[in-house]
C-alpha cells in the first residue's frame, strides 16, 4: 500500500488524446465516446431485473412511464458528474476530500465502500444464478466461479481503457442482442406498450414497485465513476476545448444511457407479454421467469435470459472494481495493487453470498438481492448532494457551473431519490419495530437512524455554513505564498555519526555545506566492543582508548581549520545512543551515513538510520556511503 499521484485513475489519466492535432471528423467525436457506456452497465445489472420483472408481470405496461422518469433523472445526475471531472480534473471522492472536514470524509468513504460491496454483491448473485440457469450447477458453485473473474479485470487493465471500453461495449450488445430477439420472439402490442408511457399507479403495490425501480437506478458508485472516467481522454485545457468534451459527453451520455433504458424497457416489455398478458402476474423472481419463458417463446428464450444475465453481472463487476479504486485513492489517496483491491471487493461480496446459500437455502438469494439495493439507497443522498453542490459553486466551476434551473432540478432529483430511498427503508426496518425484538435492538438501531440522518443534514448544510474558505481538511494541493512562508533555517549544532571509516570526511563535508562559519560540529562515534558493551563509560579496552585518540585528533584537525567541534563516545547500542547524544547536545540537525544494504543484512548489521531518525524530532540528513 502507497500513497498515490494526485491524479483520478493515474494510470489512464488523459491516456486517450482527443485533441483537434491528433484527431478529425468522426475520429475526434468517437475518441470522446466511452466513459458512458462503462456507467450504463450499473444501470442494467441484476439488481434492476427483478423490479422490472416484477413491474411488468403484475401491472403490464403502465409503469413504462416510471422507467423513463429515471432515465431521465440518471441522465442530468450523470451529466453533472462529467461535468465536475472535465471542469475541476477532479473525480466526486476528490473534490470531497477537499471541500468536508476528515472525520466526515471517512465516513463518506466507508459509506462509499460499502456501497460498493453491496453493488458486487448483487452482479454475484446475478451471474452465479445466470450460469446456474445455463448449465444447472448449484447456486453456490456459481458464486465460488465469479471469483474468476479477477483475472479477466487484470488482463483488461493491461490491455488499456479502449480495451476496457471495447470489452464492455461488447457485453452490453449481448444483453441489448439477446432481449431484442425475444422482444420479436414475444410480439408486444405496440399501441399499447406506448400508452404506458402515460403516468399512471393502479393500485399501492404498483406504487411500491415504482419506488423500488426509481430507487435502484441511480447507483452511487456511478457519480464516482463518471467523474473519474471522463479525465481519461485528454482535451484542450481552455474554454473552448472544455466546452468540446462537455458536449461531446452528453451525446455519450444521451446514446448510453437510452440503452440502457432500452433494456430495461425490453425487461419490462417481456414481462408484460409473456407473463401479464397470460395471467401469470405472480412472476416476481428471476427463476421464475427462466422456467417459464421456455413455454411461451420456445427453448432459445431462457438459454438468452441466462446469457444475457451474465453479461449484466460480468460487466457491472468491471466497473465496480474501477469505482472501488476511485474513492480509495480519492479519500484517502492510498492505492493497493489492482488484484488485491479486486479480490478484497469479490470476497465482501461472495462471503455473504455463500453463507446465506449455506445457511438458508438458495431460496433466500432474492432477499439478499433486495438488502444489497437496500444498502444502496443508504449511501445515494451522500454521493448526490455534495455534486450538485460542486458544480453549482461558481468560486470553482466558474462559467460552467450549472444555471439555477438546472439546480432547482438536480435538487428537485435529489429530494424525490432520497424520498423514495427512505420509504423503502421505512418499509424493511418498521416490521422490526413492530415485532418482539429487545428494546436494546430497537434503540441501537434508531440511534444508527438518527446518525444518518444527521450525517446527510450536514452534507446539505456544510456549504451553507462554511462561508469562510478554510484550508481543506486532507488538501492534496494546499494554496501557498513562498514570498511570506519560505524560511531557510540556520543550523547552529550539527551533529555528526561517524563509523571511524574512509566514509567519515564524506560525512563531514556533507554536515560542513549545511553549516555557517559560527557552527558549532558534535562529532559522535558509538564503542562496540564486549568491553563498552559491558562496562560501559569504564571501558579502557585497547578498541575505546583508539577510538579515543582517534576523535581527539579529528577535533584538533577541525580546529586547525577554525572550526568549531567537540566529540562524544557514546556505549553500548549504537542507534539508541546516537539518538541519547544528540538530545543531550541539543543538535539541532543530525548527518548520518547509509551503507545502502536490506534484508538479511538489515539483520546482521541492524538498522541504525531508521531507528534513530525515528527517536529525533530534528532534521536527519542522510548520506549514502
Not at 483488461?156 to 480495451?163: A, E, H, S
Request: hydrophobic residues 50%; contains cysteine.
Amino acid at each position: 500500500m502507497n500513497k498515490v499521484n494526485h491524479l483520478s485513475l493515474s494510470e489512464v489519466h488523459e491516456t486517450i488524446d482527443t485533441t483537434t492535432g491528433k484527431k478529425k471528423g468522426w475520429r475526434r467525436i468517437l475518441s470522446f465516446l466511452g466513459p458512458a457506456y462503462l456507467i450504463s452497465v450499473g444501470y442494467m445489472d441484476p439488481g434492476n431485473w427483478a423490479t422490472d420483472l416484477q413491474g411488468g408481470s403484475k401491472f403490464g405496461y403502465a409503469l413504462m412511464w416510471v422507467l423513463l422518469m429515471s432515465n431521465l433523472m440518471a441522465l442530468l445526475l450523470q451529466g453533472l458528474s462529467a461535468r465536475l471531472g472535465i471542469v475541476r480534473g477532479l473525480d466526486l471522492a476528490q473534490a470531497n476530500r477537499k471541500a468536508y472536514p476528515k472525520k466526515i470524509n471517512f465516513i463518506l468513504y466507508l459509506l462509499a465502500e460499502i456501497a460498493i460491496a453491496a453493488c458486487d454483491l448483487a452482479e454475484v448473485l446475478g451471474m452465479a444464478i445466470g450460469i446456474q440457469l445455463l448449465t444447472g450447477l448449484p447456486l453456490i458453485w456459481g458464486v465460488s466461479i465469479t471469483v474468476l473473474d479477477t483475472f479477466l479485470l487484470l488482463y483488461l487493465q493491461k490491455l488499456g481503457m479502449r480495451k476496457m471500453e471495447a470489452f464492455i461495449i461488447a457485453l452490453i450488445a449481448v444483453i441489448a442482442g439477446s432481449f431484442l430477439i425475444e422482444i420479436i420472439f414475444a410480439h408486444p402490442h405496440l399501441g399499447e406498450v406506448a400508452k404506458g408511457f402515460i403516468p399512471s399507479l393502479p393500485n399501492d403495490e404498483a406504487t411500491y414497485i415504482a419506488i423500488g425501480i426509481i430507487g435502484a437506478t441511480v447507483m452511487p458508485h456511478n457519480l464516482y465513476l463518471h467523474s473519474a472516467l471522463v479525465q481519461t481522454r485528454k482535451i484542450e485545457r481552455n474554454d473552448e476545448g472544455i466546452k468540446e468534451a462537455l458536449r461531446f459527453n452528453r451525446v455519450d451520455s444521451t446514446i448510453a444511457l437510452n440503452i440502457a433504458f432500452l433494456v430495461n424497457a425490453a425487461i419490462l416489455v417481456l414481462a408484460a407479454t409473456v407473463f401479464f398478458k397470460t395471467g401469470n402476474s405472480q412472476v416476481a423472481e428471476i427463476k421464475e421467469a427462466y422456467i417459464l419463458l421456455p413455454g411461451f417463446l420456445g427453448n432459445l428464450a431462457p438459454k438468452l435470459f441466462a446469457i444475457a444475465l451474465i453479461a449484466a453481472g460480468q460487466s457491472s463487476t468491471v466497473t465496480g472494481t474501477l469505482a472501488g479504486q476511485i474513492v480509495m485513492e480519492g479519500y484517502l489517496r492510498l492505492r493497493i495493487n489492482p488484484w488485491v483491491r479486486r479480490l478484497l471487493t469479490r470476497l465482501l461480496a461472495i462471503i455473504p453470498a455463500l453463507l446465506v446459500v449455506l445457511i438458508k437455502g438458495e431460496d433466500s438469494v432474492d432477499d439478499l438481492l433486495v438488502f444489497s439495493q437496500v444498502i444502496l439507497s443508504l449511501q445515494l443522498g451522500y454521493a448526490i448532494i455534495p455534486l450538485i453542490h460542486f458544480v453549482s459553486d461558481k468560486k470553482t466551476m466558474g462559467s460552467f457551473a450549472i444555471k439555477p434551473i438546472t439546480q432547482i432540478t438536480a435538487w428537485l432529483i435529489a429530494a424525490v431519490l432520497i424520498y423514495l430511498n427512505i420509504s423503502v427503508l421505512l418499509n424493511g426496518v418498521l416490521p422490526f419495530f413492530k415485532g418482539d425484538a429487545s428494546l436494546v435492538a430497537k434503540g441501537s438501531l434508531l440511534l444508527v437512524g438518527v446518525f444518518f440522518a444527521a450525517l446527510l443534514l450536514y452534507v446539505i448544510v456544510h456549504p451553507f455554513i462554511n462561508i469562510k474558505k478554510k484550508v481543506a481538511s486532507i488538501e492534496i494541493h494546499p494554496e501557498i505564498n513562498l514570498h511570506e512562508t519560505l524560511v531557510v533555517p540556520e543550523f547552529k549544532r550539527i551533529a555528526i555519526a561517524l563509523d571511524f571509516s574512509l566514509n567519515d570526511e564524506k560525512l563531514l563535508a556533507f554536515a560542513l555545506g549545511q553549516g555557517k562559519k559560527d557552527t558549532n560540529y558534535i562529532l559522535i562515534h558509538i564503542v562496540e566492543s564486549a568491553s563498552a558493551t559491558l562496562l560501559g563509560t569504564y571501558s579502557d579496552d585497547y578498541e575505546t582508548r583508539n577510538d579515543k585518540e582517534r576523535m581527539d585528533k579529528y577535533i584538533r584537525q577541525l580546529k586547525e581549520l577554525n572550526i568549531s567541534a567537540e566529540g562524544f563516545l557514546g556505549f553500548g547500542k549504537r542507534a539508541k545512543e546516537i539518538a541519547n547524544t544528540v538530545k543531550a547536545n541539543n543538535a539541532d540537525m543530525l548527518v548520518v551515513g547509509a551503507h545502502g544494504h536490506t534484508g538479511l543484512k538489515d539483520f546482521i548489521y541492524g538498522e541504525t538510520v531508521n531507528t534513530v531518525r525515528h527517536e529525533l524530532k530534528i532534521p536527519v540528513l542522510i548520506v549514502n556511503l
